[in-house]
């Protein structure tokens, strides 16, 4: 099983805020049905999921209209946050990929 670590980070003060405050931030995995490859990623607890969905997808060379996101068996939408989603430490992201079968 290949497994790699990556961060998203990302600015987002608040409009009433003068200086940001620190993002909680928790580390969730990426996990393929196919091969069961698993991919770490760091992301702010309010951060949208489609910089994590971006980063899977740029890091594998994938096409985003290729693949669907699981989470706690519902598709995963880009504007969703780990906070809206109750994402605990660890969780685990399933990938499905979409194969054209002709």
């Known amino acids: 099983m290949v497994s790699s670590s990556t961060t998203i980070s990302v600015s987002c003060a608040s409009k009433k805020s003068r200086s940001p405050k620190p993002q909680k931030k928790i580390t969730v995995k990426v996990k393929t049905q196919q091969g069961g490859e698993e991919d770490v990623y760091k992301i702010g607890y309010g951060t949208h999921l489609n910089k994590l969905m971006q980063a899977y997808c740029t890091k594998r060379n994938l096409d985003e209209g290729t693949v669907r996101f699981i989470f706690g068996k519902k ?27 002709a």
């Open 75 to 101: 598709q995963l939408k880009p504007r969703s946050t780990p906070a809206q989603l109750k994402m605990k430490e660890g969780d685990v992201i399933d990938i499905v990929t979409d194969q054209d079968g």
